[in-house]
């Protein structure tokens, strides 16, 4: 192959993966957002409240997380169990357990 068509080939991959980039971005957008907590007198995170006011008990909120409904979390499973968390993105303040109560 000539320089040019590597060339040509990483320009379209890139292009590429900037377009499925600003999708990404759009879908993350357009999905509901925890934005507070509620937890337990052991400081377990009982129930979610998203940005339009929906309040999810912890199994609702698993649910609707698996689906791809809630922006910014993962469902993992550790401890014999499913369990939510947010995103890891290195920043301690978007952290669910360092969301404001409700």
Do not use: C, W
């Amino acid at each position: 192959m000539a320089e040019k068509d590597f060339e040509k080939i990483y320009n379209e991959y890139r292009n590429q993966s900037e377009q499925n980039e600003n999708k990404s971005q759009q879908e993350i957008s357009d999905k509901e957002q925890i934005t507070a907590v509620r937890k337990n007198d052991d400081g377990d995170i009982i129930a979610f409240k998203t940005n339009t006011g929906r309040e999810l008990d912890y199994v609702t909120a698993l649910e609707e997380a698996r689906l791809g409904n809630l922006a910014h979390v993962d469902v993992f499973h550790k401890y014999g169990r499913d369990i939510i968390r947010s995103e890891p993105d290195g920043m301690k303040e978007n952290n669910l357990d360092q969301l404001p109560e409700f």
